[in-house]
């Protein structure tokens, strides 16, 4: 056998094997697959909280996807990233999980029913050979389970889909979904006014209700509590929270210390309506503002021009200030607290009560106790030029509380509740100094604030399943504050150091020609 015969058959054989072995490969791909995914937060891997959800169907949930199929070239790339996600659903959640694919403009039955669903069409904008033309398409997805239904109408990325659809898979899955009550302490804090955004992003996930605490009771269907800006409240109001704490429900409380006056320019001590019950779990809210460098800018109107400054009383909360052991915020990457007080234990705090700090200050914050002029403009001689300790800025309490209440102050207030506690299940209250974070004026300019609302209210009510999936996409890389040291040597470097490190380099330079020199001209060695 020639040279050349034996090495083409040995080059066949070798090709035979590769092909061999790719064929098995993809054969035991579609059984098992996997792949490496090297970005931070592994935004391309669906999350143990997914994987743990779909693995635990016993029934099936159908996940119908209403996309046209010409859509613009733009959206292709769109189109396959859900496709991929889906694939990734499909594996985990196996057979009970049903995941179809139809364009609705392809039959009109499905169109009825895709518009039914709440799915509407969209137009989009195509320009090709130099022609603009507007088109209608489908975008949405539908998730079913038996007679409930859940809908994403517009699909516009996919950078948020995975928590909007195990999300949805909770909610339809779910055969009592879980309540949470809203409640405003004032008549300017309500479902419509103040809180319309709040409440729209919680009923993505709960069946969100107000409660008349008033009447000294809350519904026993009420998982959590979630108090704002609670000011105006009654005896009854209060008791009503003390027994709900007591049956074991989850409170997170949002409140204001410091009422702010019209037009924003001076502010005073308020009473907050459960300021000592508070105090009796452990907590302390500040009578006082912190400000810190490390803030947002705020836009201020002086005549007809409107300026924006950085605003030391709006604290820009970043990854360090963050309890990087609670789930609620150990995945967020930045918070802004407007106009708040700070958190922390109180000294007399219960001995079966645990205290963890959620959200802290920058190192150079400080408190204003008195005199709170919110002027943007003034000079702030109290900010401190090194670093201090963190500020707490909100806490968790944890563990079974004493009630507010005893047999002397319940008779003074002339009840007679057969139905009392005295010491209640475990439970968590979570208290954030500032309402103003929540807020619809200022939760619209800092959407961020959402996902510590939505955080809390999931880990008090559900733990910590869905916490992981919406953090992972909030995003921010603030520039590390410096201390008034560190800018001087900053200064110094940029100012002296590249001249310095020129001079340097000609002395090394100069004492490799002299050295060269000295052993022989031009470099050659003299005999």
Not at 5 to 21: E, W, Y
Not at 37 to 53: C, H, I, P, S, V
Not at 256 to 262: P, T, Y
Not at 489 to 511: A, D, E, K
């Amino acid at each position: 056998m020639s040279r050349r015969t034996t090495a083409g058959t040995n080059s066949f054989l070798l090709i035979s094997v590769l092909l061999a072995a790719l064929v098995l490969l993809n054969l035991i791909a579609q059984k098992k697959f996997f792949r490496i995914d090297l970005t931070e937060d592994k935004q391309y891997t669906l999350t143990d909280a997914t994987r743990g959800r779909l693995a635990a169907l016993d029934d099936v949930v159908n996940i119908d996807v209403y996309f046209s199929n010409d859509l613009p070239t733009y959206l292709v790339t769109l189109t396959q990233q859900v496709e991929d996600l889906l694939e990734e659903y499909g594996a985990y959640g196996r057979e009970n999980l049903a995941i179809e694919w139809q364009d609705p403009a392809s039959d009109p039955e499905v169109e009825r029913r895709c518009r039914a669903l709440g799915i509407p069409q969209v137009q989009l904008n195509i320009i090709e050979k130099d022609k603009a033309q507007v088109a209608n398409a489908y975008l949405g997805i539908a998730i079913q389970y038996e007679d409930r239904s859940e809908v994403i109408p517009i699909v516009q990325n996919v950078d948020n889909l995975e928590y909007e659809l195990t999300a949805a898979i909770i909610k339809v899955y779910q055969r009592e979904p879980k309540t949470v009550a809203l409640v405003g302490g004032s008549p300017d804090v309500t479902h419509e006014t103040g809180l319309s955004v709040a409440k729209r992003e919680l009923e993505r996930q709960y069946e969100v209700v107000t409660a008349d605490l008033e009447s000294g009771a809350i519904d026993p269907d009420v998982h959590t509590l979630v108090l704002v800006q609670p000011d105006g409240l009654g005896p009854n109001a209060r008791y009503a929270i003390d027994q709900f704490v007591m049956r074991g429900g989850a409170v997170l409380a949002y409140v204001d210390a410091i009422k702010l006056a019209e037009g924003l320019v001076a502010a005073s001590p308020r009473e907050s309506g459960i300021g000592d019950l508070l105090q009796h779990y452990g907590v302390d809210v500040g009578a006082n503002l912190v400000l810190d460098r490390t803030n947002e800018s705020a836009a201020f109107n002086q005549g007809f021009i409107t300026f924006s400054v950085p605003y030391p009383f709006w604290p820009k909360i970043t990854r360090a200030g963050m309890n990087q052991n609670n789930p609620m915020v150990n995945q967020l990457e930045g918070l802004v607290m407007p106009w708040v007080s700070s958190v922390a234990a109180a000294p007399d705090a219960p001995g079966s009560i645990t205290i963890d700090t959620l959200v802290s200050s920058s190192p150079f914050a400080w408190r204003m106790t008195d005199r709170f002029d919110l002027n943007p403009q003034q000079r702030f001689p109290d900010a401190p030029r090194d670093p201090q300790s963190a500020i707490p800025l909100a806490v968790v309490a944890s563990g079974a509380f004493p009630s507010f209440y005893d047999e002397a102050s319940l008779a003074a207030e002339g009840r007679d509740d057969a139905n009392f506690i005295a010491t209640g299940a475990e439970t968590r209250v979570v208290v954030v100094g500032t309402a103003n974070a929540v807020l619809d004026e200022m939760i619209q300019q800092f959407p961020v604030n959402t996902l510590l609302l939505q955080n809390a209210v999931d880990w008090l009510t559900l733990g910590n399943d869905l916490i992981s999936i919406r953090s992972r996409g909030a995003t921010d890389r603030p520039l590390k504050e410096v201390s008034e040291k560190g800018k001087t040597w900053i200064r110094f470097l940029v100012t002296f150091g590249v001249p310095l490190l020129v001079v340097l380099l000609g002395l090394i330079r100069w004492g490799q020609i002299r050295k060269r020199r000295a052993a022989g001209i031009g470099g050659v060695k003299l005999s």
